[in-house]
């Protein structure tokens, strides 16, 4: 239930806070007052489009804060997106004129499009746009199913899951069929692009072994030419010079000569005789490295032509072996896929028929159920209306089959609503015979049949009185208060004899002030409704017949 609506520099609204309760509260005012300002301001909490004109001239930004007695399913909602529970549920909403939008629930940023999933758990607005809609037969069938209840709309899932199922193998189905030439063109692309990677027999990371191994035989003859040098160095004695090994040796007998003459020099000798053993080790695996450098000339060849093999695959498929790899693996599937399309294509249509049967049992027990519901509905609907002074009005739901072979989303049959407001008409569409105001009462009916299967806590009705009058303003005003002992009911009218019904009475004004226009609401009491009646029934507080017709009014509704 709406208890609480702050708004702040919306519109006409500089800032505006109001109290709401249970029952069946109304709002009046001039034409032109702000009502409907109200209202937008509380769907634009609920996740409505913004634009910027929303925003009062001169002002940064527009501000607008809803509390609510969360219900069920508004918590249910909440827990998914991690926001603790509480026992009231508070909304905000800033717009800038920057653009950005900021949203937050019970003190949590949240998105637009989370306010709009929250907002039908909360509140249902009905304008009289909402009526109009009831000439649009495409949402009769929503509305019927709404009042069909969880096990019914239980069937109208199952059936529109099939429907999907069977929509998307016939685009598979599709795609497999297309056209011959172009997969045959793909298939010899890919047969040629698999050959040719295949044929190649990569190995991973061959190319860096590769390089390494062509940049050692590219500059073999340096390499020969470095360690000829160094065992020269190391091991050879000619002329006059004596090889590094053959020094070494004469110092190591040296530094044993010298420690027997001082023992401190042991340790000293034993780490030289360590090196010059390294050194001596050294120049073994210097020759044997030097021995075995290849001496095949074709090798740095064959590297070559390899390089090139995988330089030439890089170009076209990936700038690794490894990504070469993971295309060829991708390039075998497709071209699996394409050769097998044949046979695959008779596995979908065998798939899609047995799904297609699926879904005419269910649509077939979708069809039953709706038929069922809609007998139940007619007969509600013409009770209604009946209290809505249309008496004689005939109701009923037109069912026009679809084609069965070809699974529909919503059924197998498409619906509308027919009617017949006066005795001796044939029923026709509701776009075709229903006058505003029997399209306002329409829709009352239905809301006041589906008001028990939905949840929403708070139903706003918005002027759908337009067009009424009389002893059905009457009626009217009763049916709202009587809805009011199910769910909090507000109603913007402009009708007194509909205000008169209301437990709580807010009275809408424009005003200026500093050469600005300004919008007040206020919570009417005591002798306050009785002025407000009085201006709507078209008088002033100097006519006296006027005035008292009022307070005759609101006593005869027991509003006082």
Same mark, same amino acid.
């Given at each position: 239930m709406l208890r609480d609506l702050q708004i702040r520099n919306f519109a006409l609204i500089e800032e505006l806070e109001l109290s709401f309760y249970s029952g069946f509260s109304v709002l009046s005012g001039e034409t032109g007052a702000g009502k409907s300002i109200i209202i937008d301001a509380l769907g634009l909490l609920l996740g409505?489009?913004?634009? *910027?004109?929303? @925003?009062?001239?001169?002002?940064?930004?527009?501000? =607008?804060?809803?509390?609510?007695? +969360?219900?069920?399913?508004?918590? !249910?909602?909440?827990?998914?997106?991690? @926001? +603790? +529970? !509480?026992?009231? *549920?508070?909304?905000?909403?800033? =717009?800038?004129?920057?653009?950005?939008?900021?949203?937050? @629930?019970?003190?949590?940023?949240?998105?637009?499009?989370? *306010?709009?999933?929250?907002?039908? /758990?909360?509140?249902?607005?009905?304008?009289? /746009? !909402?009526?109009?809609?009831?000439?649009? +037969?495409?949402? /009769?069938?929503?509305? *019927? !199913?709404?009042?069909?209840?969880?096990?019914?709309?239980?069937?109208?899932?199952?059936?529109?899951?099939?429907?999907?199922?069977?929509s998307a193998l016939q685009g598979e189905l599709a795609k497999l069929q297309r056209d011959e030439r172009e997969r045959n063109r793909r298939i010899d692309l890919l047969t040629f692009q698999v050959d040719e990677i295949s044929q190649a027999k990569l190995d991973p990371g061959e190319d860096q072994h590769l390089e390494l191994e062509r940049s050692r035989l590219t500059n073999l003859d340096r390499i020969r030419q470095a360690l000829h040098y160094v065992l020269d160095q190391m091991g050879e004695n000619y002329d006059d010079r004596t090889s590094l090994l053959d020094n070494l040796s004469s110092m190591e007998a040296e530094l044993r000569r010298a420690a027997t003459l001082d023992a401190s020099l042991d340790p000293l000798v034993e780490r030289y005789v360590e090196l010059s053993l390294d050194f001596h080790d050294l120049y073994g695996e210097f020759r044997a490295y030097l021995d075995d450098l290849p001496a095949d000339p074709g090798r740095l060849h064959a590297i070559e032509a390899r390089l090139d093999v995988l330089d030439g695959l890089k170009r076209k498929y990936g700038s690794t072996v490894e990504e070469i790899e993971l295309y060829l693996r991708q390039a075998e599937w497709e071209l699996d896929q394409l050769q097998n399309a044949t046979v695959r294509a008779g596995g979908i249509e065998e798939e899609s028929c047995a799904v297609r049967d699926e879904w005419q049992e269910a649509a077939a027990a979708l069809t039953k159920s709706r038929k069922r519901i809609a007998a139940e509905l007619e007969r509600q609907i013409e009770q209604e209306l009946g209290d809505l002074s249309m008496a004689a009005t005939k109701f009923q739901v037109l069912f026009s089959p679809n084609d069965p072979q070809i699974p529909h989303l919503g059924g197998q049959e498409g619906l509308e609503f027919m009617m017949a407001p006066n005795v001796g008409e044939e029923l026709k569409p509701l776009a075709k015979i229903a006058s505003g105001g029997e399209l306002s009462r329409v829709m009352l009916a239905i809301k006041a049949i589906l008001i028990e299967a939905e949840q929403t806590p708070t139903i706003i009705f918005d002027e759908i009185d337009a067009g009424i009058g009389g002893r059905t303003a009457v009626n009217l005003g009763q049916k709202l208060k009587s809805l009011s002992s199910l769910r909090q009911v507000l109603c913007v009218t402009h009708l007194p004899i509909v205000a008169s019904f209301g437990a709580h009475h807010y009275s809408v004004e424009k005003w200026s002030r500093d050469e600005r226009t300004l919008v007040k609401a206020t919570l009417l009491q005591g002798d306050q409704r009785i002025l407000e009646l009085t201006r709507m029934l078209g008088g002033s507080t100097d006519e006296p017949v006027t005035f008292e017709h009022a307070r005759e009014l609101l006593k005869r509704t027991g509003s006082i």
């Open positions: 409505a489009r913004a634009s *910027l004109e929303m @925003i009062r001239t001169g002002a940064e930004s527009t501000v =607008i804060t809803g509390s609510f007695d +969360p219900n069920e399913g508004a918590l !249910d909602r909440m827990d998914e997106w991690g @926001i +603790p +529970p !509480d026992s009231e *549920l508070v909304i905000t909403r800033e =717009i800038n004129a920057s653009g950005r939008n900021k949203c937050w @629930i019970n003190g949590r940023l949240v998105t637009v499009g989370q *306010l709009a999933e929250l907002g039908p /758990h909360l509140v249902d607005i009905v304008g009289q /746009h !909402d009526s109009q809609s009831l000439l649009h +037969p495409q949402g /009769h069938a929503a509305l *019927l !199913d709404s009042y069909g209840g969880a096990e019914h709309l239980v069937l109208l899932a199952k059936a529109d899951k099939l429907a999907r199922r069977w």
